[in-house]
């Protein structure tokens, strides 16, 4: 059974950072195209970032282009997502999810993606 595990959320002022990271076990990590998606009280679950399994392909919500970052490291099962000159907008729940029957291309709709985490929440303070 596949399980991720999402760490590094937290309380940061505006214009901060932040660094997100997301344990998957129980299958092959590798495999998987990996996202970051957001969900902010009384709003749909929004794309942020995806990587493909090979880590060569990365893709962006438009909202966080040009501040955030995905990357992998396959050695280790970790997704991460490196946010910069955050802003309150950016305040939410977010999750990290594995598509573990990919295309060939990162997909950007939730429905595409079988495993989810928790959630780790981000409150940027203006």
């Known amino acids: 059974q596949v399980q991720l595990v999402e760490s590094g959320g937290g309380l940061v002022q505006a214009g901060g950072s932040l660094r997100l990271s997301c344990a998957a076990s129980?299958?092959?990590?590798?495999?998987?195209?990996m996202a970051w998606f957001r969900q902010a009280p009384g709003k749909e679950r929004e794309f942020v970032a995806g990587?493909?399994?090979?880590?060569?392909?990365?893709y962006y919500g438009d909202s966080v282009k040009g501040r955030f970052t995905i990357s992998r490291d396959n050695s280790k099962n970790t997704v991460y997502v490196e946010m910069n000159s955050l802003k309150p907008e950016d305040t939410a729940v977010y999750y990290c999810?594995?598509?573990?029957?990919?295309?060939?291309?990162?997909?950007?709709?939730?429905?595409?993606?079988?495993?989810w985490g928790q959630g780790t929440q981000v409150t940027v303070s203006s």
């Open positions: 990587i493909s399994r090979s880590t060569v392909s990365t």
């Open positions: 999810a594995a598509d573990l029957t990919p295309f060939s291309v990162v997909q950007r709709s939730a429905n595409e993606y079988e495993s």
């Open positions: 129980g299958g092959i990590f590798s495999r998987w195209h």
